[in-house]
């Protein structure tokens, strides 16, 4: 039985994940900041915080003690972040490049010595849909979740030769307690962005509550793509027009594609 670690596996998308992996018979280890809130889990939650290095190092110790081997790492916990670029509290985006990108690294330089020494592995990041496109006011998540998606086509050519296989899966909007645990970091109602800003967060809310797509269609594809010899680079995974916003991002000129996307967001 494959034995997968799955990071933020207490909510929405990992939750789903591990719950259709167990489903699934592998082996899932997950993780939460609060072990306590989320006792009926079916699967082991381990307490852990992608922010702390310690963490991070008694985790992986923990299921390599425990199982020999992790054979899948799926690189999910992460935060949402909205707020006008200039308005926005440095220590509000520390704290989400901290989540979204430098904690999904350390796991992985922890997670990779055990894939090289049983000569394989998978490991798939998280990104987002957003990460392809500069959002207005979503900025500095787009630019996270893009800085993760770089990061994997590079490792892949990396680790290559050890058997250890690298993809990215970049969701569309899905129907989750990320709009709930988003950092919103602006409240200055005097700011020149406020209205534009407030118009573009309610429309936000919205697509989400309204269009948000089930994780379940996220849990299928990891259960392919970790049943798949050869994963691709990227994964897209939402609605029909999310996915189709990347492909008119790469055939339209860039000005053509700035101006639906001004529309779009009603700016
Ligand atoms: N929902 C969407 O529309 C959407 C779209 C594109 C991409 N994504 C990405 O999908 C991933 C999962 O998000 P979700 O929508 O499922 O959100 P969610 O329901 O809010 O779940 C977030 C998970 O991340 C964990 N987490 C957050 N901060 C953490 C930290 N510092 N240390 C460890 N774990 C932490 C949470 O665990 P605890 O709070 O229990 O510790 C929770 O399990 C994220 O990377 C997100 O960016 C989501």
């Known amino acids: ?8 596996g207490s909510s929405g998308i990992g939750k789903s994940i591990g719950d259709f992996l167990t489903q699934h018979n592998f082996i899932v280890y997950g993780t939460t900041r609060d072990p306590s ?4 889990s079916k699967f082991n939650l381990i307490k852990s915080d992608i922010n702390k290095r310690n963490d991070i190092i008694s985790l992986i110790n923990y299921v390599i003690e425990k199982e ?10 992460g935060i949402g972040f909205t707020g006008p670029i200039e308005d926005s509290n440095l220590d509000d985006i520390e704290k ?3 989540t979204n990108f430098f904690g999904p690294i ?9 894939m090289r020494f049983q000569k394989s592995g998978l490991i798939i990041n998280i990104t987002s849909i957003a990460g392809y496109i500069g959002l207005p006011y979503r900025g500095i998540y787009s630019s996270s979740k893009s800085a993760l998606e770089v990061l994997t086509e590079a490792l892949r050519m990396e680790v290559k030769d050890f058997n250890i296989k ?32 407030y118009r573009t967060w309610k429309a936000m809310n919205s697509h989400v509550e309204k269009s948000g797509s089930d994780p379940i269609l996220v ?39 700035e101006k639906i996307l001004i529309k779009y967001s009603k700016l």
């Open 219 to 257: 849990s299928k594809l990891v259960y392919k793509i970790i049943n798949t010899p050869n994963p691709k680079i990227h994964y897209k995974v939402g609605t029909f027009f999310q996915k189709f916003s990347i492909i008119l991002k790469r055939i339209l000129p860039d000005l053509i594609f």
């Open 37 to 40: 809130k989320y006792l009926d």
């Open 166 to 197: 690298v993809t990215n899966i970049a969701p569309g909007d899905f129907k989750t307690s990320i709009v709930n645990r988003r950092i919103d970091s602006f409240d200055n109602k005097e700011s020149v962005y406020f209205e534009k800003y």
């Open 68 to 77: 020999n081997r992790i054979d899948v790492l799926i690189n999910n916990a």
């Open 106 to 114: 350390q796991i992985i330089k922890c997670v990779l010595p055990h």
């Open 1 to 8: 039985m494959k034995v997968v670690l799955i990071t933020g």
């Open 96 to 98: 989400l490049f901290n």
